[in-house]
């Protein structure tokens, strides 16, 4: 099915999603909006099936569709509107949402209620304590770092570093996996959806930060 012919279709589809469902999808479509609406998530669907232009952007913007669809394990809606399975969306070739996010995403999805909390309390000098108060998710706390250039797609020592001071050691190790492997950078790998934020060289060394943190997270604890 092309693109064009899906656009009548998105908006039932974003209408079956939840609102936690809406945020993971306007964090995967590469935005940093804090606007998480129906009408929102309906705009940046629509941009990203038709490649920006309205006029439908042909098999890999639809491909597109089905990776999201995959990733928010939305397999139902897979079926009726792509009339496919997961199986075939991960044989057709290399993927096309940005593995960065793919990757935050699904480290969201392992946090505890705990963790997120642990983790606002670390990061409550480097992000603002009310937009703090305001993230429900981990996406939403990475989207204030974006914002702050704090992390991107190749500077991660910061959730590396997070991660591991909060006792995550599981997937503070990934984290150190993909940097080590570099997949957003990789041949063949299609960055039109990733919005990225210039990188930006932090005033302060990953070991000042390292120590900064351990000390807050032993106060935290006591």
């Not at 009726?80 to 199986?87: F, Q, T």
């Amino acid at each position: 099915m092309s693109a064009t012919a899906l656009l009548p279709l998105l908006c039932e589809l974003v209408d079956s999603l939840s609102e936690l469902e809406r945020r993971a999808l306007v964090f995967l479509c590469g935005s940093l909006d804090s606007d998480h609406s129906p009408a929102r998530a309906r705009s940046l669907l629509e941009a990203t099936v038709t490649g920006g232009g309205g006029g439908g952007g042909g098999e890999g913007q639809v491909q597109v569709l089905r990776e999201l669809l995959v990733q928010l394990r939305r397999i139902d809606l897979l079926r009726s509107l792509c009339h496919c399975g997961k199986e075939e969306v991960e044989r057709h070739g290399p993927p096309r949402l940005s593995p960065y996010r793919v990757l935050m995403f699904k480290l969201s999805e392992e946090l505890t209620s705990e963790d997120l909390n642990q983790l606002k309390f670390l990061l409550g000098r480097v992000v603002p304590r009310d937009r703090l108060d305001r993230a429900k998710s981990f996406l939403d706390v990475i989207t204030e770092l974006e914002k702050q250039a704090e992390v991107s797609s190749d500077r991660l020592e910061l959730v590396q570093t997070c991660l591991r001071d909060i006792g995550r050691l599981d997937l503070s190790k990934r984290v150190h996996t993909f940097t080590s492997t570099d997949p957003e950078h990789s041949p063949g790998h299609s960055a039109a959806l990733v919005q990225r934020c210039p990188p930006v060289v932090s005033n302060q060394s990953s070991l000042t930060w390292s120590s900064h943190l351990e000390l807050s997270l032993c106060l935290f604890l006591l």
